[in-house]
């Protein structure tokens, strides 16, 4: 079955630190791979994508995300952790074989960023 | 910036009731994604359309049904509601798929009492 994971419920870092949040899959082929943020009682906001090429991608607010296509992850860093970066982050797949008309979402991860 | 827009944001209806969803895409966009998110828990897939076709179908209950219109609006339909299908649901446009991001639109909450 396909599925994306997100080890990490809950991630703890404090401003200015650098900020990891963890992302594998298993979906066969080489599938899209991107990362959203979702703020309280509003709708995903789209971060940055993997398509092909070079293996880091620089998204918005300063994120960037590594794929590593052995390990099959996808890892959502930044180099120094903002408070306002607080929010709840998905990492998401989508299969080519489905023309990436079919989206999975991991669970999510928590990131709160203390001052 | 245009985004997408959903009606009504929130919604309240008996069980066995019926609801329809509206999802306005932005502009020139011609796929439409439908999502339901329950209290603490990630987007659940339920289906897509391109240009106006179903292109994908993922955990849509049989009790539900969408479609997309000539001006790439979309509804989705749900009959027969139950307590569980109380929760956040998000429309989603893109420019064709093909890994294109998704603009998601602020959410219909549904309230099944």
């Not at chain 1, 959203?36 to 789209?46: I, K, S």
């Not at chain 2, 919604?11 to 339901?36: F, S």
Request: net charge neutral.
């Amino acid at each position: 079955a396909q599925s994306v994971a997100q080890p990490e419920d809950q991630v703890n870092v404090a401003e200015g630190n650098p900020l990891t949040v963890k992302c594998t899959y298993s979906v066969s082929g080489n599938p899209y791979l991107f990362w959203y943020v979702q703020y309280p009682n509003r709708g995903l906001q789209f971060l940055l994508k993997y398509i092909t090429g070079d293996n880091l991608v620089k998204g918005s607010y300063g994120f960037e995300a590594e794929f590593n296509k052995s390990q099959t992850s996808f890892h959502l860093k930044k180099p120094s952790a903002l408070v306002s970066d607080s929010a709840l982050y998905f990492c998401a797949v989508s299969p080519r074989n489905t023309g990436g008309f079919k989206t999975i979402f991991g669970a999510g991860t928590r990131l709160f960023v203390k001052a | 910036a245009a985004g997408v827009i959903q009606s009504p944001r929130h919604l309240i209806k008996e069980k066995r009731e019926t609801a329809t969803l509206k999802c306005y895409p932005i502009p020139r966009h011609d796929t439409v994604y439908w999502y339901q998110q329950g209290p603490g828990q990630d987007p659940q897939f339920l289906i897509s359309f391109y240009e106006k076709m179903q292109s994908d179908k993922g955990s849509i209950p049989d009790r539900f049904s969408a479609q997309q219109f000539s001006d790439y609006h979309s509804e989705l339909n749900m009959s027969s509601l139950e307590l569980g299908d109380s929760a956040l649901y998000f429309c989603a446009s893109s420019w064709t798929s093909g890994g294109d991001e998704q603009f998601f639109g602020p959410g219909t909450r549904l309230t099944v009492l």
